[in-house]
């Protein structure tokens, strides 16, 4: 996978997260309909990323954004700040390349 194609599935994943965020909230529950999507492509990306990936993609599009809209950090052994917009995480997940 390329990173432009990485990048426009980040981005698709996080306006279908935000919309449906947006409709709960308004009291409608999408997750019986998204649920099985949400599942294929999880297999999908299992067949492309290996576990560390996996786990730095995950924290990225779910963990990073408090439901209170605080945005975390994640730091390298360094210190150095990582996975704070698509290119620094598509570089975090080149490093854990197999």
């Given at each position: 996978?390329n990173k432009?194609?990485?990048?426009?599935?980040?981005?698709?994943?996080?306006s279908?997260h935000?919309?449906?965020?947006?409709l709960?909230?308004?009291?409608?529950?999408m997750?019986?309909?998204?649920?099985?999507?949400d599942?294929?492509?999880d297999?999908?990306?299992?067949?492309?990323?290996?576990?560390?990936?996996?786990g730095w993609?995950?924290?990225f599009?779910?963990?990073?954004?408090?439901?209170?809209?605080e945005?975390?950090?994640?730091?390298d052994?360094?210190g150095?700040?990582?996975?704070?917009d698509?290119d620094?995480?598509?570089?975090t997940?080149?490093?854990?390349?197999?």
């Open positions: 996978m432009e194609l990485f990048e426009e599935i980040i981005l698709k994943l996080q279908m935000e919309k449906n965020h947006a709960y909230k308004l009291g409608i529950d997750l019986d309909f998204t649920e099985p999507y599942r294929i492509i297999i999908l990306f299992k067949s492309y990323f290996n576990k560390d990936q996996l993609i995950d924290w599009l779910y963990e990073r954004k408090t439901h209170k809209g945005i975390l950090e994640a730091h052994a360094d150095n700040s990582i996975c704070y698509i620094s995480l598509w570089k997940i080149q490093e854990y390349t197999k």
